[in-house]
C-alpha cells in the first residue's frame, strides 16, 4: 500500500510535523521521513517501535509496585505514555513536551488519552523543567530531538546531574540516544560520570537508536535467568515483548558473569 503524508501542524522550534501510514502503522514526522512515533492502528496502545519498548526495559529491573511517578521528557506520538497508562495504572505519568503543537498532534491522531488526573501534559522546555528542580520521581523517560533530530541541552551533563538528582532512591533513568550521531560516545561519557558509571548501554537497534539506563540509588544485580523469567512475565501480562532485548544483551556481553549489574 502507497504511504499517504499530510501536513498537520507547524511546530513553535521550526519544521513541520507531518503523519503517514503504511501496512497500518500511522507515523510521526517532523520536517522528514525520519519516524518520531508510530502506532498500530489496530493496537493504538502497543508499543511499535523496537527502541521504545526497551526504554520500557525498566520493568525488568524493579519490582511492583514500581514505577509509582514516571517522567517523561519529550511527547512524539505518545507511544511510551500511552503504554504506561494503559498496563500500568497505579503509575502517575508526567509528561514534559516543548512544542503544544505536538500534543495536540497526539491526541488527534495517535490516541492520546485525556485524563488529566493520571496523565499530565507540562508544555515546558525539557532541560528548563529538570534544572529548576522539582519532586523525585521513579523512572524519568528521556526521548526529545528537534526536527533535524538535535538533542541539544537534554544531551548536556548538567542536564544529566538534574536527571539524576531527581530520581528516587529505587529511581531508573531511560535515555534513548541515536547512536549513529557524532558525538555519541562523547554522549554517553557525560552520562557515565553523571553517574559514577551506573550504567548500561544497550546494544544498538537496527534503526539506530541506542538506549542507556541508569541509576544512582538501590543497586541491581539479577542474572540472566531471572531477566528471562521477568520478560516472559511482561510479555504475558502485556504483550510487551523485551525477550530479544535480553537475548542481545546476553549475546553482546552486557551480562557481567552472567548477570545485570547497576
Same mark, same amino acid.
Given at each position: 500500500?502507497?504511504?499517504?503524508?499530510?501536513?498537520?501542524?507547524?511546530?513553535?522550534?521550526?519544521?513541520?510535523?507531518?503523519?503517514?501510514?503504511?501496512?497500518?502503522?500511522?507515523?510521526?514526522?517532523?520536517?522528514?521521513?525520519?519516524?518520531?512515533?508510530?502506532?498500530?492502528?489496530?493496537?493504538?496502545?502497543?508499543?511499535?517501535? $523496537?527502541?521504545?519498548?526497551?526504554?520500557?526495559?525498566?520493568?525488568?529491573?524493579?519490582?511492583?509496585?514500581?514505577?509509582?511517578?514516571?517522567?517523561?521528557?519529550?511527547?512524539?506520538?505518545?507511544?511510551?505514555?500511552?503504554?504506561?497508562?494503559?498496563?500500568?495504572?497505579?503509575?502517575?505519568?508526567? #509528561?514534559?513536551?516543548?512544542?503544544?503543537?505536538?500534543?495536540?498532534?497526539? /491526541?488527534?491522531?495517535?490516541?492520546?488519552?485525556?485524563?488529566?488526573?493520571?496523565?499530565?501534559?507540562?508544555?515546558?522546555?525539557?532541560?528548563?523543567?529538570?534544572?529548576?528542580?522539582?519532586?523525585?520521581?521513579?523512572?524519568?523517560? #528521556?526521548?526529545?530531538?528537534?526536527?533535524?533530530? /538535535?538533542?541539544?541541552?537534554?544531551?548536556?551533563?548538567?542536564?544529566?546531574?538534574?536527571?539524576?538528582?531527581?530520581?528516587?532512591?529505587?529511581?531508573?533513568?531511560?535515555?534513548?540516544?541515536?547512536?549513529?550521531?557524532?558525538?555519541?560516545?562523547?554522549? #554517553?561519557?557525560?552520562?557515565? /560520570?553523571?553517574?559514577?558509571?551506573?550504567?548500561?548501554?544497550?546494544?544498538?537497534?537496527?534503526?539506530?537508536?541506542?538506549?542507556?539506563?541508569?541509576?544512582?540509588?538501590?543497586?541491581?544485580?539479577?542474572?540472566?535467568?531471572?531477566?528471562?523469567? /521477568?520478560?516472559?512475565?511482561?510479555?504475558?501480562?502485556?504483550?510487551?515483548?523485551?525477550?530479544?532485548?535480553?537475548? $542481545?544483551?546476553?549475546?553482546?556481553?552486557?551480562?557481567?558473569?552472567?548477570?545485570?549489574?547497576?
Amino acid at each position: 500500500m502507497a504511504r499517504a503524508t499530510r501536513r498537520c501542524a507547524q511546530p513553535a522550534t521550526g519544521g513541520s510535523i507531518s503523519i503517514s501510514e503504511r501496512a497500518g502503522v500511522r507515523y510521526l514526522h517532523f520536517s522528514s521521513d525520519w519516524v518520531q512515533g508510530a502506532m498500530r492502528v489496530q493496537r493504538p496502545n502497543d508499543l511499535e517501535l $523496537r527502541y521504545t519498548r526497551e526504554m520500557m526495559a525498566g520493568l525488568l529491573l524493579r519490582e511492583a509496585p514500581w514505577p509509582c511517578e514516571a517522567l517523561l521528557i519529550g511527547l512524539g506520538a505518545g507511544s511510551l505514555a500511552k503504554f504506561i497508562y494503559r498496563h500500568l495504572p497505579a503509575t502517575a505519568i508526567t #509528561v514534559v513536551e516543548i512544542d503544544p503543537a505536538v500534543e495536540s498532534v497526539a /491526541r488527534a491522531q495517535f490516541h492520546l488519552p485525556d485524563d488529566p488526573l493520571r496523565l499530565r501534559i507540562v508544555i515546558a522546555d525539557g532541560a528548563d523543567y529538570m534544572l529548576g528542580g522539582g519532586c523525585r520521581q521513579d523512572y524519568i523517560l #528521556v526521548d526529545g530531538f528537534d526536527h533535524e533530530g /538535535r538533542a541539544g541541552v537534554l544531551e548536556s551533563f548538567p542536564f544529566y546531574q538534574a536527571c539524576r538528582a531527581r530520581l528516587s532512591e529505587r529511581g531508573l533513568l531511560a535515555i534513548n540516544l541515536l547512536g549513529r550521531q557524532s558525538g555519541f560516545m562523547s554522549t #554517553v561519557e557525560r552520562i557515565r /560520570r553523571a553517574f559514577d558509571e551506573r550504567v548500561i548501554v544497550f546494544p544498538s537497534c537496527d534503526s539506530g537508536n541506542t538506549i542507556v539506563l541508569a541509576t544512582a540509588g538501590e543497586p541491581v544485580d539479577l542474572s540472566g535467568e531471572d531477566l528471562f523469567a /521477568r520478560a516472559e512475565s511482561w510479555r504475558r501480562q502485556t504483550g510487551l515483548n523485551l525477550l530479544p532485548t535480553v537475548a $542481545r544483551l546476553n549475546r553482546e556481553g552486557c551480562l557481567s558473569g552472567g548477570s545485570l549489574k547497576l
